[in-house]
Structures are given as structure tokens and as C-alpha cells.
């Protein structure tokens, strides 16, 4: 059977006044029934981009996909037009942004936002897409759910806002669901509780889940395998406990000891990495993460190392990891 | 009080007792800050954590005169700051000065980065030269290129704009800085760049810091104390590693249990008891103990009185009924 999510060398492309910049650069990932694939790496790496290129949600212009393909139960759905994709978003893909309040129609009630959703892909009459409503904001731990369905959004917290929008999101059990930073914007109290009920909706109904996120604690708390990014293109994947006990590319090494870890044993400095990330129209010539990486050699300024499989196997894009 | 004994040994720098910040709104009044009392000694980094809305912020501003309190008394070096005049006020300020979340919000967008750096030292009465002089110092020593003087905060990044921020804090040779979220809105490489710094400048120059952060990892990492704000109250206070190893307030255990921690092994294996409910409206604080609405331990008793900070061992301090 077909993963529910496969993408092959997807590459998105912004065609702005200062030139075309490669914002995703062959970009491959592939997500099992059930399992949680994090997309790592730090602001303007692609990893929001890449999620919009696979939902087909880019902006156009001046974001454009040039290549590869994106296979959803093995369906390559890149060609796709836009009538299709309206079939398949909210049913076969769903997706929860950062800002919940801003994906949420600010004049229309909590019931019928999700009543919507429910009518458009299912066949459901008016009354069962309401009872349904009502039982999806149960099952998302919507304290007094009932009340809730009339409510407008600005009535409601942004904890309560983000339940909303994922009870959006599976309305229809999709096979896969991506998550761009879903809990950035919420209180560490709240953030756990939200973690936990899309831990709890992803296992229940065995959905694919892509996690896209900036802070390595979420990793560690939720993703069974981790993508980590840089200046538009995978540098490492690894399962998370290979990640965080033998990081092999510098950079995610660096994010690592960059990370203070409450309980471990303390180091007196934070390992910082010099420097920042170079904009995608200056890219250097070689790797681009050379002019910041502690095992710069010669030969990673002239040349782009590819993504290999060094003895371990694991996937990384080093001369120096090669190496060992 | 019970607070003094923390920094009994050295001296106070920053006193708070039973601080009040109230504001009015159309839809009531809300106490942002009820009853703080800490102390803050020379030397020391206190960790002030807490969720939205609970107060962390406006403490801060209080400390600099941002906000009018309502109640209590703030010493700094030992002078109450209630009844400073506008000169006496600039006095204060050399030795409290504060950094903010958001340097670009910070930073006159038409100021150049030299003039910006400059100008407590200007408001101070420093001559032109001096000024010249020491804000070369001072971008030197924030890790900045001299030539950064003649530009305007737009050419910078992200990390860069906190450290003039950091220099223009640094200018005066405050005793002490209010750090405001300063590493929440950066990227996780240049964070740590920016907590070195902060740690290096008090290596160097013994400036204290009131660390304000939601971001319990980092406290953790700069903190020697921890303050634990809940709608406007402090419900525990103790030594950084008291706080992580035996966080004796119910809410203090949540709040570290819901803290995500960069290590899957961890991770885990640590207990997870979420806590369920979210912070009450504090236009509409509960009454007792502001806590008991989302408190796993609470009783009848939670619901009528308010508890006040007691010691709980370990030179720590938690207002609960029960631990």
C-alpha cells in the first residue's frame, strides 16, 4: 500500500524583483500511517514553504513549484488543478497553522465553520453536520462544547481557537495532517494540552502527521522521525533519538547545544553557532552552511555536498560527517 | 519577612514590598500585580516566569516607572522610587535600565544605531567626545562592528538589534537590567548567542539581571533564583535548583511538567500530569487562592482564603494551603 504521504524532490521557487531564490530545494520526506515526522530548522529555512507547497496553499506569485512531486496515498497531486485540490484539502490533507485566531472566520460561529467543512466533503444533511459539530468539539476537549458551537472566535482563547481549528482540521479523518507550529502561539500550559490531543487524534485514527516546528523541545516531546532544514534544503534525517544522541550534520549539532536542557547536566556556556542564516539571494557557493560551521574543510566551500548515507545509514548532506 | 533571608548575606540592590499595579478598563479594573514582595541582591540573576497575563511584564515596567503602582513600595539601593522628581528620576535610571522582547520596537527606525546608543549618555550630560569614545566601547563590546555607528536599525538582524539594545542598556553602567523576553522573538542559534552575551556582561561587569521569560529552559539555564508569577501573584519563590528538583507550589509543578525538554530520553520518562482549564480572566480573578480553579490538590478551604507565601524548606517559598 501507497504511504499516505510522499514527497520526492519537491522544489518551490520565489520569483521576486531581486531574482528567483530556491526557497525549497529538493526537498524529499515520506510519513507513515500513525507515525509523526517532524520539519525542523530555523526562520526562512523553507520548512513553512515546504508544508504550503504540499497543501498547494503558495502564494502565486511570487511562490511557485518548479518541481518534484507530491504523492498522497500515491497520488501525485502537484498537477493537480485548483478544483481538485479543493476535494482533497480538509479531507484527504488537513493542516493547523500557528495563529489559530487568523485561520478562523472572525464573523461566522464556531458550529458553522465546522459545519462547513462537513457538508463540502461529506454527505451529511444540515442536522448530522450540526450533531457532528458538536461531537468533534467534544472529542477535541472543547470545555462546554455545547455552549461553544455559537460562539465567535474572539469570544474564545487562543487554546480554544487552536481546538477549533483541529477539530476543523479532522472533521473529514484525514490520512494526513500537518501541523505549521501549532502551538507556538499558546501558553506552555496550554501547548502541553493541545501536544497531547493531537497525540491522542493521531493515534486513535492512525493519521500521517508532518510537525513543523522551530523548537527542539516540541521535537523531542512528539516526533518519531525528524527533517532538519537549512537555507531551503534537508541537511539531516534521523529517528529523534538518533537525532539528539548522535546529531551528525554541525548544524544540527549546533541547534542542540544552542538548546538548554532543564535536568541534564549544565554546560557553563550555550554552544552558540556564529554568525546567521545567509538570505536565500546570497547564498554562499558551496554548502550553505559552511561560513558558520565549526568543521568547515576547503572542499565545502566549492562544492554542495548531497545527501548521503555515511556507514550508520542515516541520511546526512556533509563532507565532514562522511568522513566520520 | 520571610523574603529577606534570600539575600540576607549580600546586598539588596532591588527591594519589592507588596507591590499593587492596577489598571482600569472600560470593562473593570484589573489587578495586574497584587501584593509582590521580593528582593533582588547585588550580583544576583532573578528568573521571573509565569504565563500571559500574569503580571511578569508589568512588574517589570513598574520597577522602571513605567506604570504608576497602586500600593506598596519600591527601593532601589535601598530609596523608595514613589516620590523621585523628573531629574531624580534620570538618576534612577542609570542604574536600572531595561531591555525589551522586541528590539526593533525599541529602536527610533531614523536614529541611527550610534545616536540611539548614545543618547542615555547625552540625557546624562556626557561631552561629545566622551560619547564618541564610549559608544565605540560599547558596540565593541556587545559584539558589534564599529562601523555599526553610522547605520540605521533596518540593516540589522534580529540578534544584532538586541545587541544595540543591549548596548544602549549597558551605556550608563546600570547595577541592574530588566530583561523583558529578550530572547523570545530569536531564532534558536542567535538565542544563545544573545544569553552568552548576557552572561559574559556579568561576568565582566557584575550588572544584575530581573530575567523575564515565559521560556522555562532558559531560565533554568541563566537563573541563580526563580520567582513564579500566577495571575498577579507570586506563588513560589526559591534557588534555581530547589525550584527544578522540588517545585513544592501545585501550580510551579505544572508548569515545569508542561515545559518541553529537548531530550526524547527525558522527555519520556518524566512525569506528565497536564494541567487542564486555562488562566482565568484577570478582570475576573478567582477568589482565595487565584490558582484553585485548575489546581489537581485544591479544597473548599482554596475557595475562601488566600494563602500567603510561607517557607517550604530549602530557603524556598510557596503560598499553597497544603504543601
Redesign the interface.
Known sequence: MALPLEVRGLSTTLFTRRGEMKAVDGLSLSVGAGETVALVG??GCGKSLSALSVMRLLPDPPARIVGGEVRLNGRDIVPLPEEGMLAIRGKEIGMIFQDPMSSLNPVATVEKQIVEVLRAHTDLGRWQARARAHELLELVGM?DAARRLDEYPHRL?G??CQRVVIAMAIACSPSVLIADEPTTAL???????V??LLKKLQADAGMAMVFIT????????TADRVVVMYAGRKVEEAT??EL?ETPLHPYTA???????????A?AE??????G??PPLNGLPQGCAFAP?CPRVMERCRQERPELTQPATGRLVACFAAERG | MNTMNDASDTAVLLSLRDVHVHFNTPNGVVRAVSGVSLDLAVGETLGLVG??GCGKSTLGKAIMKLVPIAGGEIRIEGSDIAPLDRRQLIDMRRKVQMIFQDPYGSLNPRSTVGRSVAQPLTLAGWKPDAIAERVETLLRWVGLPTDAKQRYPHEF?G?QRQRIGIARALALSPKLIICDEPVSAL???????V??LL?DLKGQFGVSYLFIS?D???V??IADRVAVMYLGMLVETGGRDQI?RSPQHPYTK??????????????RTRQ?T??????PSPLDPPAGCPFHSRCPIAQARCQAEKPVLRPVGGGALAACHFV
Open positions: 530555523e526562520s470545555p482563547s487554546g480554544m501558553d506552555v500550559t496550554v501547548q502541553a494540552q501536544l497531547a522551530h523548537d527542539l523541545g516540541v521535537v523531542a516531546e529523534v533519538d539528539f549546533g541547534l542542540i547545544g544552542a538548546t538548554p536542557v532543564p535536568g541534564a549544565r556556556r550555550l554552544a552558540d553557532i556564529p546567521m542564516v558558520r | 504565563e500571559s538582524s540578534g531564532d534558536v542559534s542567535v538565542r544563545a548567542q544569553i552568552n552572561e515565559h522555562l529552559s532558559v533554568e539555564h527544578w505544572a508548569l515545569l511538567a508542561a515545559a518541553p525538554i529537548a531530550n526524547p530520553k527525558i522527555a506528565r497536564v494541567l487542564q482549564g486555562e488562566l
